[in-house]
């Protein structure tokens, strides 16, 4: 068809194309959301086999987090420059790399290096798969093959705590990982179906922004993910070093922001100049799309805040099985899964500032009332339907925001789109682990503290034996362990056993009373997301 046909009522329209090359597109997703679902079920595994507390363990979902955002303005690039067909196949067989390297990782230091291998490689098919899209489809199949990236997430999520928990229960947690391996290969194998330009040598990768824009997300992620183990003001005696008697965690998030805005200054420069910038920051002009990624960052945040609370509490705390925790998460996953799927049917009736209003009011709800029905048994009717109604808004929200920023930009800006949602997804998520672990520790600390001092039948002589200063989240049975090496008795034992109990599941209310707070923010950005719908949407190509 001709440019002039491609529009009708302002949607484009184009010849179909067939979906053979999609179904790449779509496991690639799975592909790297498999590997993140993958991680918090083997938190329990990394924690028994290489002998680790759950806060070191958690680094490999952290770590992944902080290699994509940190390169995946630099990958965009990378992609226009080489060409995004030969990129994405690249990058596909080095993801296939660090699969391997989770499955014969000997120590926590090999499987933190696979997730960075990883996080390296989904730094560039994240872009690749927004830019891919957009060269191969249009129309109402874009938006459709659009909306299928965030139902992809959520499949992955489904599958990952079904298979990976059944795998992590009856054979092991590296198992798990075969399945990323048989990922990457059929994407590659699927990757000859599709279509894109040869690349663009004369694309420059602004080295300097890049350099910038990296130092800020890496310091921001390891000052928020040390918080709580180097100090959140006060330097611990943990922290690796102080800055006149300050944590270096705070520091390095105030320096993180620092290079951030020097970031958007250089890039802002040189625009200005004619030059080619590391973004084309045109795609955060309007005040619709700074929303949407401002909505996008918390909505990511609380996903991963719950995807590394609910296992962790399950699998170390309850010490139950990676099984039971794929049981007690499918309610969650599977309702994000099809509430992704199905919300494109809503998106021409509603406007998206409509949907995302009532989205963030259903996570808001929900995770209130998960912080007064929670128990230690995650099989209540009541936790169920809670966590059921806080998959419908985490679903539709995911799927939502990405498709506002995707439909508002020219197709040569896709890959930039790409990048920032990349930057944005994943510095949220390493941020929320991170955040979460720091706040549902030092929560615990302060309530166990207290608690100890309430109760007389725990001497101070007894809690000097036990350094509450690095309380953390342990089982029954480890604490007793502990314990029994000290002068308590088996009284003693039991009382503090119970206030433990108490106090862990007091912190876990309290986390979902933090997340609430998030989630009823979040209508601020909401409120400013676009408020029309697809047949009036302006085309960015006229633009």
Known sequence: MSNSQQLKNGAAVDERRSWTPMIGLFLAQVLMSFNVAALPISLGGFVEDFGVPPTTASTTIVVYGLAV????????????????????????????????????APSIEWAIAGQVLAGASAAIIVPSLVALIAENYRGDQQATAVGSLGSARAFSGVSAFLIGGTLGTLVGWRPVFLITLALAVAVFALSFGLRSDRGNRAVRIDLIASVLIGAAIVMLTLGFNNLNGWGVLAARDTAPFSVLGLSPAPVLV???????????????????????????????DRPEERAAI?????????????NFTLPTYIQVVQGRTPFDTSLAMMPFNLTVFITATLIVRFYTRFTPRTIALFSFALTTVALVWLAFVVTNNWETI????????????????VTLVFNVLVTSVPKELAGDVGSVRGTTQNLASAVGTAVMGAV??????????????????????????????????????????????????????????????????????LGFLILAGISAVAALPASRLPNYKPDEIPDPETE
């Open 254 to 284: 105030v320096l993180g922001v620092v290079f951030g805005q020097l970031f958007f200054m250089w890039t802002r420069r040189r625009t200005r100049q004619g030059k080619t910038p590391l973004v084309d920051l045109s795609v955060l």
């Open 382 to 397: 009541p936790t169920i339907l809670g966590l059921i109604v806080f998959g419908i808004g985490q679903g539709a929200l």
């Open 294 to 306: 401002y909505a996008m960052f918390i909505i990511v945040l609380m996903e991963a805040a719950v």
């Open 69 to 104: 955002a940190a390169l995946v303005m630099t990958g965009a690039k990378l992609g226009q420059r080489v060409g995004w067909v030969l990129i994405f196949r690249i990058v596909i067989v080095t993801f296939a790399g660090s699969s391997l390297l989770m499955i014969f």
């Open 440 to 509: 549902l520790v030092t929560l615990l600390t302060t309530g166990v503290t207290q608690a100890v001092e309430d109760h007389p039948e725990l001497p101070a002589e007894l809690v000097e034996q036990v350094d509450l200063d690095s309380v953390n989240f342990v089982g029954n049975d480890e604490l007793r362990g502990v314990l029994e090496s000290t002068t308590a008795t088996p009284e003693q034992i039991d009382a503090a056993v119970a206030v433990n109990e108490d106090q862990r599941l007091r912190t876990l209310k």
